[in-house]
């Protein structure tokens, strides 16, 4: 099963960028439907993107559309999100998951997690 191991996070300021990037092992993430997640305290884990294993289909939570951008590289075996435009309430803990099967929004869908990155945003 594949392994996945986020990295990228920190502390900015707003306005900042971040590149994640989510590097797969004991897997191809080509055979994967791949999202990240994230999770504030005390909310629960929201989505924020996801790429279609199939045709490549995108999809982004509202709250990103225009500042954030999910690739992969599958020659890497590493998913990537580009987050642009930083503001406080990005704070979170973003994770990698990936799915065989299903390539929607909802956590139930992914079979496998990273650890997750710590992304603070302070104003």
């Known amino acids: 099963q594949v392994q996945l191991v986020e990295s990228g996070g920190g502390l900015v300021t707003a306005g900042d960028s971040l590149r994640l990037s989510c590097a797969a092992s004991?897997?191809?993430?080509?055979?994967?439907?791949m999202a990240w997640f994230r999770q504030a305290p005390g909310k629960e884990r929201e989505f924020v993107a996801q790429?279609?294993?199939?045709?490549?289909?995108?999809y982004y939570a509202d709250f990103v559309k225009g500042r954030f951008t999910i690739s992969r590289d599958n020659a890497k075996n590493t998913l990537y999100l580009q987050m642009n435009s930083l503001n406080f309430n990005d704070t979170a803990v973003y994770y990698c998951?990936?799915?065989?099967?299903?390539?929607?929004?909802?956590?139930?869908?992914?079979?496998?997690w990273g650890q997750g990155t710590q992304v603070t945003v302070t104003s």
């Open positions: 998951a990936a799915s065989l099967r299903f390539s929607g929004v909802t956590r139930q869908e992914y079979d496998y």
């Open positions: 790429i279609s294993r199939i045709d490549g289909r995108i």
């Open positions: 004991g897997g191809t993430i080509s055979r994967y439907n």
